[in-house]
C-alpha cells in the first residue's frame, strides 16, 4: 500500500462543473483531491479489505438478529419502545438494503481493524461510485498511469442491478429521493442515487425532507400532493424516530430505502455486540458499551457517541486525559469505547478506508485522508488504484 504523489488533470474543475460535482472544494477547503492516489496489490485488496468485508458484514447481520429479538438489547440501542414492533417486522420480512460502507484503518499489512459501520446514510458515494473511476480512465489514457491499473471499484454497475431487482417489487412506482436542504454533498449524493435507479428503469422524483407532507389518510407526501409509497431517504432513523411526525410511521404503508432494520446496523453499540459475540476476531477492536467499561481494562481508547456522524463528539483518551475531540451535537444518547488502533499516517496524513457493499456484496472502496487522527465530513477524498 503506497501514497503516490502526481500533478492534477489541468482540466478535472471543468469537468467538474460540466458532470454536477459541485462539492468537490467546501468552506474554500478541497475535498476532492488528486495530487496524490494510492496503490494496492490484488492481494491486499482481495485477502485484507474484500474479503473481511463480506465477513463483517454477515457478523453484523446476526448481530441485528440478535438484538430485534431482545427488549434489553433494543434499550441499549436507544430504540424507542414505540418502533421496536416495525424494526422487528422489516427484519423478518426480509425487507431489502441497497447499500452500505465499513470503515477500516489498515496500513498495508496485517488485518483490517474496523472502525465503525455507516448502515443508514453512508455519503461519498457519487465520489467512490463514479468520479475515481473517470480519475482512473482519464489518467490511464494519457499514460500518467500504466493502462492496466484496475481499481477495486463495481459500485456504480451493483447499484444499477440492485434497484432493477427492487423495481420488480414496485412495478410502475415512482420511487422518491429526499435529502435535507442546504447540504450540496447529500444532494449530490442522492442525484447520483437518482441517476443509477434512472438507468434501471425507475421513474423517479426528488422531493427534500422539510417539504414532505402529511396528508389525509395518514400517508407522506411531495409537494406536488402525490401520495409517497416508495422513498430513499438521505435522513438517519434516529432522528426521524425522534421528529414530531415519527408516530405517522407506524400507521402510514410506505416503503423506505434503507429499511427500519437499519436503525440497528448503523447504531455503534453494534460495536460492543460484535465483540461480545466473536471475541477476538482479527478484525475487530475491543469496544465496550458504558455500563461494561469497568470491566474492560482500556487505557488507551476512543469515545465514540452511540449515534455520531462524521466524526462529531468523538474524543481519544490516553491514561484518563483526552488527547484530542471534536465537537458535535451527540452523546446524549450514549458512548461506546473502542479500544484505540491508530490509522495509518501516509505523508503526514490519517488514512481511512470505507469499504462499500451493495446487496450484501463488496463494491468497492474510498479513501479520506486528513492531518488530524479524527476523519471528519471536510476530509479530503483521494483516488486509488490496483497495480
Known amino acids: 500500500m503506497l501514497r503516490i504523489e502526481c500533478d492534477e488533470r489541468p482540466h478535472w474543475r471543468d469537468q ?11 468552506h474554500g477547503e478541497p475535498y476532492w483531491d488528486e495530487t496524490a492516489y494510492y496503490q494496492f496489490t490484488l492481494e491486499q485488496i482481495e485477502r485484507d479489505i474484500e474479503d473481511p468485508t463480506a465477513e463483517i458484514h454477515q457478523m453484523c447481520l446476526a448481530v441485528v438478529d ?24 422489516s427484519w423478518f420480512d426480509f425487507e431489502p438494503s441497497l447499500y452500505s460502507r465499513i470503515d477500516f484503518a489498515y496500513h498495508g499489512k496485517g488485518p483490517a481493524k474496523l472502525y465503525e459501520n455507516n448502515a443508514d446514510t453512508p455519503t461519498s458515494l457519487y ?10 480512465e482519464d489518467k490511464a489514457r494519457n499514460n500518467q498511469i500504466v493502462q492496466r491499473a484496475d481499481q477495486f471499484n463495481s459500485l456504480q454497475e451493483k447499484l444499477i ?11 410502475n412506482e415512482t420511487l422518491h429521493f429526499s435529502s435535507c436542504k442546504d447540504t450540496d454533498e447529500d444532494r449530490g449524493t442522492v442525484q447520483y442515487l437518482e441517476d443509477c435507479a434512472a438507468q434501471a428503469g425507475i421513474q423517479c422524483k426528488f422531493v427534500y425532507i422539510e417539504d414532505i407532507g402529511h396528508a389525509e389518510g395518514d400517508c407522506f407526501t411531495d409537494t406536488d400532493d402525490q401520495v409517497i409509497s416508495w ?22 404503508d410506505i416503503c423506505f430505502i434503507e429499511p427500519y432494520w437499519k436503525a440497528i446496523l448503523s447504531n455503534k453499540a453494534l460495536l460492543a455486540l460484535l465483540w461480545k459475540q466473536f471475541p477476538n476476531h482479527p478484525n475487530l477492536l475491543a469496544t465496550y458499551l458504558e455500563e461494561d467499561m469497568q470491566n474492560a481494562e482500556l487505557t488507551y481508547y476512543v469515545k465514540k457517541p452511540i449515534f455520531s456522524r462524521e466524526g462529531a463528539n468523538i474524543s481519544i483518551v490516553k491514561n484518563g486525559n483526552e488527547i484530542d475531540s ?38 468497492g472502496i474510498s479513501m479520506r485522508e486528513d492531518k488530524q487522527l479524527i476523519t471528519q465530513d471536510l476530509s479530503r477524498y483521494l483516488p486509488h488504484i490496483i497495480l
Not at 465520489?127 to 482512473?136: D, I, R
Not at 438517519?236 to 414530531?244: D, K, L, N, S, V
Open 16 to 26: 467538474a462543473h460540466e458532470y454536477g460535482f459541485t462539492f468537490h472544494t467546501m
Open 66 to 89: 440478535q438484538v430485534v429479538r431482545d427488549e434489553a438489547l433494543l434499550r441499549k440501542f436507544q430504540i424507542p419502545e414505540l418502533y421496536w414492533d416495525l424494526i422487528a417486522k
Open 127 to 136: 465520489e467512490t461510485g463514479f468520479w475515481q473511476w473517470l480519475w482512473l
Open 161 to 171: 442491478d440492485r434497484f432493477s431487482v427492487m423495481a420488480k417489487q414496485h412495478p
Open 231 to 252: 422513498i430513499f431517504k438521505l435522513y438517519p432513523w434516529e432522528f426521524m424516530f425522534r421528529e414530531e411526525y415519527g408516530p405517522l410511521l407506524l400507521k402510514t
Open 326 to 363: 471534536v465537537d458535535g451535537p451527540y452523546g446524549e444518547e450514549g458512548y461506546v469505547y473502542q479500544d484505540y488502533h491508530p490509522l495509518p499516517k501516509f505523508s503526514d496524513n490519517y488514512t481511512l478506508i470505507g469499504s462499500w457493499l451493495v446487496d450484501d456484496q463488496p463494491a
